[in-house]
């Protein structure tokens, strides 16, 4: 890589520099998220993890995974999962991730994650993982958790450990998973010696959870969404949908996901003004949500079936050349490789 890796040293790692030999040049940080194949996205997702994930890629190196594999822990439906699989990565690219620096790859197209996944499950007890809020709140319900869903922290956990991963940027409903990433680094580093970086999850306080029209967490198991790359009438029938209470001055559901798209000061002037006027304030927040989504939605539309074929079968080659090199040593370290 022959950039300018350092802004403080413009000529530094140029020949001839004077402290070319003696300074080694800034890493830059790893990072690796990943989104399921499971439905379309809300805009939830978007300010809670995709947005901030473009936003730290352009500083940061980094793969994004369509996490096929973990999405057969509740999707069984082979045509509605394939279509699903191309739609994240038009989102994925819609939203600003550039395929030619970032990786943009299929989870079943790097077997590696499923290999060192059943290496960490061996690893871990039982108890351990029933820890986990996804196994957890099934049990609650009193439904049944396959076992994929039991041991979803550990192929989680392969995912970001192969590639020896700093951040994870994701919504505050994953950070237990993460936490389970670092505690499983530990646990292999600790028998086999150091193998895994230990990784951090990043969350945007602001945007940790994003609230639904119901004022609850959005998320498309509640049916309280907004979708991203929903129609402007999609958009604007989920929007005049958010619950208000017909008593208040200032309709709080509404300014708590308004809050999120204008800063501060324009929209305590926006609310005084309309003051009681409920139906004016949602079409401010479907003209504020247009004016984001709109660019992005014409983006994702130009991309063709060809364009997403391409886009995973260089993702998934470059993603499998680095976890097979981080394969090799693990497989070395725990003793199969005779
Ligand atoms: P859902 O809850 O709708 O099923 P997912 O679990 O598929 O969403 O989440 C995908 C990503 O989006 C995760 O990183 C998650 O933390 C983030 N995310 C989902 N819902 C929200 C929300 N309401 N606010 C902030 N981030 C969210
Ligand atoms: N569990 C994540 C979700 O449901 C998806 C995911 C799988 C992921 N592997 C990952 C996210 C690795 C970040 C890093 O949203």
Redesign the pocket.
Known sequence: MSANLCPHFPSFGSAGAPFSATILPMQKQRLFTG??P?GAL?I??Y???LKQTTELLQSAEGLVMIADYHALTTLKDPSELRENIAGVVRDYVAVGVDPKKAIIFQQSSVPQHTELAWILDCLVTVPFLMQAHAYKDKVAKGLDANAGLFTYPMLMAADILLYDTDIVP?????KQHVEYAREAAVKFNTAFGETFKEPKEKILDA????P?TDGK?????YSN?IPLFGTKDEIQKAVMSIVTDSKAESPENVYNIHRLFRDREELSALYKENKGKYKALKDALVEDIEAVVGPMRARRESITDNDVKAILADGGERARAQAEKKMADVRNKVGVTI
């Open positions: 989104l399921q499971s809300h939830g997702n300010l809670g993890a994701v919504g505050a409903d994953q945007v940790a959870v994003v639904g967490k959005m998320s498309k198991s969404t």
